[in-house]
């Protein structure tokens, strides 16, 4: 069989096994999900043994130790999969929700019930955990997902992925075994070769860094969700609380610096730059971190300056990027008209925040910012499914097509329209 | 200036724009539109001008009469337009809807809001009322749009662009001039040039045959919403009250068969077939709609085929044909399952519609359809804006992300989530 043979019978099986999940009932979906996290766990020592074979492997292609550690499975991790396969349980059903409901003057009912969306495609890095975690979302949301993990984890995705299809069959003999399937092979080519199957692939969501979503948007003949990166901002306006300004900025840079929502780009109106941008440098300083900024910030930064504290000139390239690090860029502006502007240029339409009591600066802010979270008086750390009580969440959203920002599973459905009529006619 | 350098400007024009028409009034939005409507009418000599000279060139490279007639504007045409437009005046504005609303047990506030999609790429074949129907629909939701009309009608469409612009600015200094585009250039290239624009421009929707969606979303690199084609299903269910059956199998073919939502093939549940399909042919060969039958059906139609019919046997290609012409396929199938796996796999998953007194029946059809629109007795030829009671329509979409099904002035939004707090950090 060629690859593309290959792929695309994966991509057949998918959409048939897919008709079939739409029509599971939530309890048959939950009754499967159970068992499934118990199997993740009674089946552990095969799983590990997966894994044990891919970390030898990866450690003797020369893989980082940073890689190998994202690779490993432990009892830990493992008992962390299947709470997180439990958690999706006992989340609602996102199918058969009815969106919308009307009635026509010709009597026909109308009705906008949400529906899987079909065959999803998600291509990650190589955490293997992902694999439970997109599996359970998938199906819980009644789609049928094909899985293309880091080349280094096939045999870790491919045990979890059997032990889970397994688990669920015993549950469940009606179940579908097709609606969660490894793609077998790490050719490149195969990724290409998927996401060209355009009349079994609804959607693909890759997930990873910025050159994987970009080659995977490159080659793509389905549609993508995208999460391009996220450089979020904080603008601390002239009439902030200097207080709540200090603790939401060292918030939004230091509680979790690698991740997506933390800030990148402190923005400080002229007229509080001085009383304000030295607070905020001795206490980033004190958490070591390194501090870009511009002319303006700079001469304010310089002179308290602590022992050790690291102060650069800001590029303007160092405002398009997303460091995931200690470093911090700081930008004096006029008035939040000019912040404004700045996040619409330099963001990736992610998260921002406003720090002001001026209830007419915040809302020309809210308005005018165009991204998928925009903040009052609150950190930009709080983008996330779990945070904006979705419960587990598949991804965050930097398109504006289909789901924007975080994305749990209502966000991995689509809809249909129901037509309930007795012989109504188009005249 | 070179072709990539132009339509470079003409993304970055639309994106600014976009900026400053997305913080434009309900009020300023319909003051702008009722003065665009006026233009049309009032400026109707100009515009009728330039289509002229488009009649001529195209009369010379020897298009056929009915794309001359597609392609030409009389008084008639332009107040139907100017019309057009003044009902998008008078629709509620899509922008700054309350989508959804939670208080986080942390206080953090969120709203979840309707916002324009932000640059939308408009491409279509050769009718130029397209022009001023598009222009209005993205103006109202606050959307920038750049519009590639047929080459064949690039004077009519900048004319009719270029006094909608003047009045609207004449109405509203701060009109954003370029929220309103038209690519100046007949260039083939122009397209693919257009559709590379992933940090200008968020959306492109085709309007046209099979051939120029599938054209654009080949070189698209932004997100593309289609509407393939429209091979939409009537099923006559053996529980179906056959008079009904008759009058809607005939409403969806014959009350206008050269549109999307007409139906290309009749499937009937053998049990009725014998009674059924006689009733339903002669009326059909009655309006000279040529039948194209599997074998089962086409013994029964056989016998009662009056003179002139025309009765042919369907090759499996005919099943997935959009005919928008007077020619149906026609067959028997054992049930509502074998109906079901018909439409999900020759089907476009446009529009389809089950006749039935049997609720089991008629509930397994809309769960298991999987199609933007499923009717219980009801014709399909309700698929559509107007009759869903959206106001105007952009399209109808065959995806499943984003829109789907009849697109209205909602279905032009995006959205986006605010945060209003008192100083909340994540923890």
């Known amino acids: 069989m060629t690859l593309t043979e290959q792929i695309t019978r994966l991509g057949r099986q998918a959409r048939e096994a897919s008709r079939a999940l739409a029509q599971l009932t939530t309890a048959q979906k939950s009754a499967c999900l159970l068992a499934m996290a118990d199997a993740i766990e009674s089946d552990r020592a095969p799983i590990e043994q997966a894994n044990h074979l891919d970390m030898e492997a990866a450690a003797e292609t020369g893989l980082s130790a940073a890689m190998l550690d994202r690779l490993k499975l432990d009892d ?4 962390d999969m299947a709470r997180g396969v439990r958690e999706v349980a006992a989340l609602p059903d996102p199918v058969g929700r009815i969106l919308d409901e009307r009635t026509r003057p010709n009597g026909l009912r109308l009705q906008k019930i949400s529906t899987p969306i079909g065959v999803v495609v998600i291509i990650y890095e190589s955490r293997p955990n992902v694999t439970a975690d997109a599996a359970s979302l998938c199906f819980k949301s009644g789609n049928a997902v094909i899985l293309r993990g880091g080349k280094e984890a096939l045999r870790s995705n491919q045990a979890i992925a059997h032990f889970m299809i397994a688990a669920a069959a015993r549950q469940l003999p009606a179940f579908p075994a097709h609606c969660i399937q490894i793609v077998p ?10 996401l060209s199957l355009t009349q079994y692939v609804d959607l693909c969501m890759p997930r990873g860094g910025e050159g994987l979503i970009r080659a995977v948007t490159e080659v793509s003949k389905v549609p993508v969700i995208k999460h391009f990166k996220g450089v979020c901002h904080v603008f601390v306006d002239a009439d902030a609380d200097l207080k709540m300004a200090e603790e939401i900025a ?11 929502n933390a800030m990148e780009t402190l923005l400080v109106d002229r007229a509080v730059a001085p ?4 607070l905020i440098g001795r206490r980033l300083q004190a958490r070591r971190v390194e501090l870009r ?3 303006a910030s700079r001469q304010i930064l310089q002179a308290g300056l602590a022992a050790g504290g690291v102060l650069k000139t800001a590029s303007e390239q160092d405002y398009f990027t997303e460091y995931n690090d200690c470093i911090l ?4 502006v006029d008035g939040v008209g000019q912040a404004i502007d700045h996040i619409n240029h330099y963001g990736s339409a992610h998260s921002d925040s406003i720090v002001t009591a001026n209830e007419t600066h915040a809302r020309e802010f809210l308005a005018r910012v165009d991204s998928a979270a925009v903040y009052w008086n609150a950190s930009t750390r709080f983008t996330d499914g779990a945070e904006f009580g979705m419960g587990a969440e598949i991804g965050i959203s930097t398109d504006k097509i289909g789901a924007r920002g975080p994305m749990g599973l209502e966000e991995l459905t689509s809809y ?3 037509g309930f009529g007795n012989g109504q006619l188009r005249t």
């Not at 830990?76 to 008992?79: D, E, G, L, T, V």
């Not at 060292?250 to 997506?260: E, G």
């Not at 009383?275 to 030295?278: D, G, M, T």
């Open 250 to 260: 060292f918030n939004a840079k230091c509680q979790r610096p690698a991740v997506c």
């Open 329 to 332: 860029n700081v930008r004096v």
């Open 275 to 278: 009383s304000f941008l030295p």
């Open 76 to 79: 830990k991790r493992i008992a």
């Open 185 to 194: 092979t790490t050719e490149r080519e195969a990724v290409r070769e998927l």
């Open 416 to 418: 249909k329209w129901l």
């Open 293 to 295: 900024a511009d002319e």
